[in-house]
Structures are given as structure tokens and as C-alpha cells.
């Protein structure tokens, strides 16, 4: 599968810039998949505007191939989402599918995903720890054979492997890669990415994604110059494939919506500048940036817990949990940043999702 394969209106969505979920778990007491509530998150983020949803990544718990999870998580999500008519009727989406593992597991994943009818895989490269440039490009070039792929350069905080600007100038270079997911969580790293892309001549076919989730609206608000062949070019990061907006996704719709008015119109007020600290204190909260990430999935189901769209928070690691204080501190930006939130619209249609 080429990406010239996906549906037009599809791959029209990816590169306007899109809300992109990074998809939950829902478990049971049991630490079962309860496959009622997991088909009502994707209800919730395709009413809420969501462009599409990312399954099996990060967010959805790596550890879902270890317990026969992986297949069955993302029929669901796939199923759900074209069976599922969206609030202001039907629309394209595009879904993207994790992709992980060495060469062999990943490729096995990629052609798993394209059989289900997932657009493109967000390829991790974190099992390849150790691996030389040479070997990570062959790597994804292996992968790309089979599905179109989405970069992802995960933080190392939560797994990631360094990964430097040589890397990203030859990844962007081949023709399968459509986008890629930026989460150093680092500014330097992050401008590799980009720098990366800009060199292999690739800003036209590769769509840049935030997945900085401590930086969202200055990713998406800043333009980014570099000089190429002596002249500058200027390209834009244009949505966000995030698990901050795996909660709170339908102010995050409105919020890439302002973005994108303010940068087509050039009216970038300071409102809209003051919304990056606070976005960024919200996920301070929900990422649990005070125990070193510990809590960052725990803190996403906790307040689908609160909305009544999770059971529980359990995750697949009985380890897993929300840290000392995280609680209270999801009690403080959802009280100082209520417009950051979406309690009343998840309560409105809550029922229709469970049903």
C-alpha cells in the first residue's frame, strides 16, 4: 500500500492538520478489555471533531501485544468508527494504526493494520534501542514497504531512543512516510525533526504532527524558517497526534480550529499565545510532569473516570496509577481552566456512546 492509495478525502484531512487522539485502553476491574466503554471513547472523540484516532500507540499501552490485545483493540476502533454516524453526520477520517517491535514484529503489525483498513502506521522505534542509523532506516524502510508510516519520535522519558537530524533527513526521504509525530519534548530535538525534513525536500509530502504535548499551541502557532540551497523555507507544524487530547478533545477541536483562522488570517492575539502555559499546565497535571511521567495514562483515565466514560483507571501494569497529589492537581487546572475542559458535552451525550 502506497499513500497515494489513501482515499483523497482522507489524506486531505492528515495534511490540513487534524486532532488526532492518541486512543485509551478501557479496562475492567479485571484488567479485561471492556469492549463497550473502549467503542464508546471512540464515539466520544469522532463527536467531539476528531480528524481520526491513533490505536495501539503509546497511550493505548505498548503492553497490549503481550496479552493478545493488539488485533482485537484495533478491529474495534476501526469497526466503531465506520459504523458510527458523528454528530453533523458522516465525514473522513484518518486512522492511524502503532506500529512496534523489531523489524519482523512491526512488519507483521503493518500488514495486520493495513488488512483492518488503517490509512497509515506511527512507526516506534523504541525496540530498536542499540540499533546504528543504518540498521533504523533499513528498519523503516522495511516497514514502509508494506503501509504508508508516521514518524514518532517518542520522549526517552517514557522509552524513546535519541534519534538525530541525519536520521530524520533520511527517514523523511522515503516516498512511504506521510507524516511525522514529534514528542521529544524537546526543543532541540524537536528542530531536528523539522530541520531533517526541510533537508530531504520532503515538506510537501510529509505532514509535520505535534506530539510535544508540553508545548501544543506554540507547535502549532510558530513558523519554522531554514535556509535551503541559500534560500530560506518556511513550513508549519498542522495538527496534533497527542494523548493530552485522549480527554478534553472537543475544546481541543476548537482550539487547532482558532489556530488554524488565526494563522491563515495572520491574527495571532495574545489570548491565543496565553493558552500555550495553560495547556501546558493541564498537562503538567494529567502527565504527571512531578514524578517523572509516572501517572501520564493513569491521569488521561482518571478524568474519563470522572465523566463516566471509564470504570475505573486500571492499566494492563498493576504498577500503574495516578502518583501522590496528582489527583488534587487534576481537581486544580479543571477548576482554573473549566474552558479547557468538556464535562458538560461528554454529559449531554454520554449515554449515547455507552448504548
Not at 492575539?269 to 501517572?295: I, K, M, R, W
Not at 481537581?331 to 461528554?346: A, E, G, I, W
Request: proline content about 4%; aromatic content about 8%; glycine content about 10%.
Amino acid at each position: 500500500m502506497h499513500w497515494s492509495d489513501i482515499p483523497a478525502d482522507s489524506l486531505a484531512v492528515l495534511r490540513r492538520g487534524a486532532v488526532i487522539p492518541a486512543h485509551l485502553l478501557a479496562l475492567d476491574a479485571k484488567r479485561q478489555l471492556d469492549a463497550r466503554r473502549q467503542r464508546a471513547m471512540t464515539r466520544y472523540y469522532l463527536d467531539a471533531g476528531a480528524g481520526g484516532v491513533a490505536v495501539g500507540v503509546h497511550s493505548t499501552q505498548f503492553a497490549i501485544r503481550e496479552v493478545g490485545l493488539y488485533q482485537p483493540v484495533l478491529e474495534l476502533a476501526m469497526q466503531t468508527a465506520r459504523d458510527w454516524e458523528p454528530l453533523g453526520g458522516a465525514r473522513p477520517l484518518f486512522m492511524i494504526a502503532g506500529l512496534a517491535g523489531r523489524t519482523q514484529q512491526a512488519v507483521r503489525e503493518a500488514e495486520l493494520a493495513r488488512g483492518l483498513g488503517y490509512h497509515a502506521g506511527l512507526l516506534s522505534l523504541a525496540a530498536m534501542k542499540g540499533a546504528n542509523e543504518d540498521e533504523l532506516v533499513a528498519h523503516c524502510c522495511a516497514v514502509a514497504e508494506v503501509m504508508p508510516l508516521v514518524g514518532f519520535y517518542l520522549q526517552p522519558a517514557v522509552g524513546g531512543i535519541h534519534l538525530p537530524i541525519g536520521f530524520w533527513r533520511r527517514f523523511a526521504e522515503i516516498d512511504n512516510v506521510v507524516a511525522i509525530k514529534m514528542a521529544p519534548f524537546n526543543r532541540y530535538r524537536t528542530l531536528d525533526v523539522i530541520r531533517g525534513v526541510v533537508a530531504a525536500r520532503a515538506e510537501e509530502r510529509v505532514t509535520l504532527y505535534t506530539g510535544n504535548d508540553d508545548h501544543i499551541v506554540l507547535d502549532l502557532l510558530a513558523p519554522f524558517t531554514f535556509m535551503r540551497d541559500g534560500r530560506l523555507v518556511a513550513v508549519r507544524i498542522k495538527g496534533g497526534l497527542l494523548g493530552h487530547w485522549s480527554v478534553w478533545t472537543k475544546p481541543a477541536v476548537e482550539l487547532l480550529g482558532r489556530i488554524h483562522s488565526a494563522v491563515e488570517t495572520g491574527n495571532i492575539t495574545p489570548e491565543l499565545l496565553a493558552l500555550d502555559g495553560q495547556v501546558t499546565d493541564c498537562n503538567s497535571a494529567l502527565f504527571d510532569v512531578a514524578h517523572d511521567f509516572h501517572g501520564c495514562i493513569a491521569g488521561c483515565h482518571e478524568v474519563l473516570r470522572r465523566q463516566g466514560l471509564l470504570e475505573g483507571i486500571w492499566c494492563l501494569d498493576p504498577g500503574e496509577g495516578l502518583s501522590p497529589g496528582q489527583a488534587a492537581e487534576l481537581d486544580r487546572v479543571r477548576t482554573d481552566y473549566p474552558h479547557l475542559t468538556d464535562d458538560h458535552f461528554v454529559a449531554e451525550h454520554r449515554g449515547r456512546w455507552l448504548a
